[in-house]
DNA sequence: GTCTATACTTAGATAGAC
DNA sequence: GTCTATCTAAGTATAGAC
């Protein structure tokens, strides 16, 4: 990729990250990069698709992870989404905190995040899932995802705390 | 409170949740109540103080828990802030989901809820917290807080839920 | 308490020069 | 590839009539 396309990439993702999507503009990223707003339209037709470019890679591995997620232990899964998060961490929140994210993948991706969690907790929860089930499967969906996310917030991800979440997850699923 | 300001109210709450905060206009709102954008401010001086009002009881709930959460046993604070969590349910995802709501409640409000959240977390993980008894902290505080939210999205909250989701929690906090 | 009209600002986006 | 200049739309907010 051409190396100003790149640097937009780094620019909007650290801005998305902490201002939100719609809370960032286009001038906000030219800023950044010490160019105008105008010169972004060179590279990209639209802010829609400054973040598609962002969000396409780390879609496109969680809609892999959702369709491998029915053949995959419990344990399995887990791990595999531990790892999913970590990667994904900085553009998680901006899909998660934004409903006018949500709205613009509807339209713009094949799957929606949203669907591909339903896969993951589905199966987590294991086939003909009672109440009691689903809610240890959303639980330990959660604790993966917003442990990962506190764990990276002020230092890297270490062997030692990735099998202490997947410990926890486990506890949580095992009633 | 006067019948028109509780309407407001009301519809900011359902329009805030849907679409957040910032993807809200005044104008969005006056709408649903078939007035002008223009008579919202005989009742509120500004979009910031519509928030205030939706989030102040909320807020004010969570100091309180927070203050008190270091002489709540883990079990109890857990209890706590479920109930929190479930009445809080409409607008949480305001607060958490919007970096500009973040920094309006900064401004506006004296203990912001990231340091609310921090308070809880530490008392969820004892005195001279190791890594891993951090981790498990925010382990479980995450399953109350998306557990809880899961349930309430489909259905209301009954007491098999509730202990269903306590549970977990307890059994993510003792490693 | 609500309206019309409008001021002011910011944002996304385009045209055309360089 | 980037700029200047500009358009259009939308949003917050106010003034003053009713």
Redesign the pocket.
Known sequence: M????QRIQDVARELFARQGY?G?????I?GR???????????Y?????VLDALLAEPLAAYAELAERASVLTPAELLAAFVDFTARANAVIPVVTGDPAVRDLLDERFPRSPKEMMDAVIAALAGPDPDRPALIRAHAAFAVVKEATAAVLAERGLESADRKEILAAARRVLDA
């Open positions: 051409a190396d100003t396309k719609t960032t503009s286009m001038a906000d030219a990069l010490s160019i105008t707003p105008a010169a972004l339209y060179y590279h037709k639209s802010k829609a698709d």
